[in-house]
């Protein structure tokens, strides 16, 4: 993250995000797949690094292969050729975005930190300062519920944040800047998308 200032001399704090290029290495189509859709590889690695399923893949439209492949459903009356490069301009007129990403893996935690409960008294030898107290019942239902919140993993869980506000595109460095956090760690990866609740005429 990084800080700009628009026109009226604001602070605003944007992400900058990595667009591209990803370039078309299948097309499925509605009449032989069933659904229309692209494939989009990202991050060019030379084809003696991939394994031969992955090398005869993406061999049949460039020379290098991709470190990371996506599948992205196509809308009605889309049409996008195999061997096409998709830069960040797809974005020049975009005024809202959502990405998803990979949340920060915390491991392990209790429940203090992972939903902020309060924890028992501090004092008095009470012994139970961050611990999650009762969790269920006697005599009835002599069970614990469902969906208790009880200790366990934290994060690294797929995140959608909606409706960031894009604040530039940079072709010259296939970046695009939104206003807002995004999920993951620093050189995390993420997707972006058109946001689908938000569009450039909603405020």
């Known amino acids: 993250m ?8 604001q602070q605003v704090p944007v992400t900058v995000l990595e667009a591209g290029p990803c370039t078309v290495i299948q097309r499925k189509r509605r009449d032989r797949e069933g659904y229309d859709a692209v494939q989009l590889g990202f991050g060019e690695r030379p084809l003696q690094r991939l394994n ?6 993406c ?3 460039r020379k ?29 007129d975009v ?11 915390r491991g392990f935690q209790g429940v203090v930190k992972r939903y ?13 300062h961050r611990r999650v107290g009762a969790i269920g019942q006697c005599a009835m239902p002599s069970r614990v519920f469902k969906n208790k919140k009880m200790p366990g993993r934290t994060g ?11 604040v530039g595109v940079r072709r010259e460095d296939n970046a695009i800047l939104v206003k807002g956090a995004v999920p993951g760690p620093n050189g995390g990866l993420v997707m972006i998308r058109e946001a ?8």
């Open 116 to 128: 902020g409960m309060g924890g028992g008294r501090g004092s008095h030898g009470s012994m139970t």
């Open 95 to 105: 005024a809202f975005v959502d990405v998803t990403g990979l949340s920060k893996g």
């Open 64 to 92: 290098n292969g991709f470190r990371v492949l996506r599948e992205v459903r196509l809308d009605e009356g889309e049409d996008i050729g195999e061997g096409e490069t998709l830069t960040v301009e797809i974005f020049s």
């Open 2 to 9: 990084t800080q700009i200032f628009d026109d009226r001399g």
């Open 156 to 166: 690294h869980r797929r995140v959608t944040v909606q409706n960031l506000r894009v």
């Open 196 to 203: 689908v609740k938000r569009r450039a005429g909603n405020k």
């Open 52 to 57: 031969k399923p992955m090398r005869g893949h």
């Open 59 to 61: 061999g049949r439209t």
